[in-house]
C-alpha cells in the first residue's frame, strides 16, 4: 500500500522551531518528487518546498525560502522539514506529497497532514 504519514507539528510561539517528517512507504521514494504544501482555514493550497529527483535540488516558496528547509533521507524513506522562524501566518494544516517531479500536477500519494499552529 502507498502511504505517506506526516508527523512533528503542534503547538509553537512565534520564532520558534518545528520539525516535520515525511515517513513513505509502498513505493520507490527516491523515484518521486516530494514536496510539502500547507493550507490554513479559508486559504488557498500552497506549496512550500519540493525537492527534485532529477538535479537533487530544492524549491522553497518566497514565503518560506530563509526559514524552512527540505531534506530527504532515502535510507530511511522519510522527508523532512524545518521550520524556523515561524510565524503566526504560517499556522496551517502540513502535508506532503509525492509526484513524478515538482512541475507535475498529478499526485501519486500524499499524507493526512499534521497541525501546525504558531502563536502570537
Known amino acids: 500500500e502507498v502511504q505517506l504519514v506526516e508527523s512533528g507539528g503542534g503547538l509553537v510561539q512565534a520564532g520558534g522551531s518545528l520539525r516535520l517528517s515525511c515517513a513513505a512507504s509502498?513505493?520507490?521514494?527516491?523515484?518521486?518528487?516530494i514536496g510539502w504544501f500547507r493550507q490554513a482555514p479559508g486559504k488557498e493550497r500552497e506549496e512550500v518546498s519540493c525537492?527534485?529527483?532529477?538535479?537533487?535540488?530544492?524549491w522553497y516558496a518566497d514565503s518560506v525560502k530563509g526559514r524552512f528547509t527540505m531534506s530527504s533521507d532515502n535510507a530511511k524513506n522519510t522527508a523532512y522539514l524545518q521550520l524556523n522562524s515561524l510565524k503566526p501566518e504560517d499556522t496551517a494544516v502540513y502535508y506532503c506529497?509525492?509526484?513524478?517531479?515538482?512541475?507535475?500536477?498529478?499526485?501519486?500519494?500524499r499524507g493526512q497532514g499534521t497541525q501546525v499552529t504558531v502563536s502570537s
Open positions: 506529497a509525492s509526484r513524478t517531479t515538482c512541475n507535475s500536477s498529478w499526485i501519486h500519494s
Open positions: 509502498g513505493f520507490r521514494f527516491a523515484d518521486y518528487a
Open positions: 525537492i527534485s529527483r532529477r538535479d537533487g535540488r530544492t
